[in-house]
């Protein structure tokens, strides 16, 4: 994270991991991975609206909060790999 003189955050650069995932029911979304050792093929849990579902990661990326493909701030988070 870098700080301008004038006390404000001018970047923040941590790395972040992104899986693509599928859900069974064929929905596809971004989520955020608390799991560093995460891979494509891996099922895994996660928030659909109001529930859980499981699916399998199809794609992961390791991104910046600048180059994430979806906003940060809107991303939920995989619960576990299953």
């Not at 301008?4 to 991975?33: C, H, M, P, Q």
């Not at 099922?43 to 940060?72: D, F, N």
């Amino acid at each position: 994270m870098i700080h301008s003189l004038s006390g404000g955050i001018i970047a923040d650069y941590d790395n972040l991991i992104y899986a693509f995932v599928r859900t069974d029911g064929g929905e596809k979304a971004w989520y955020i991975s608390p799991f560093p050792l995460i891979k494509a093929g891996d099922r895994v849990s996660v928030p659909l609206r109001a529930s859980m579902a499981e699916g399998e990661v199809i794609r992961v990326e390791q991104v910046t909060k600048q180059t994430a493909p979806y906003p940060v701030n809107r991303t939920r988070e995989i619960d576990r790999i299953l």
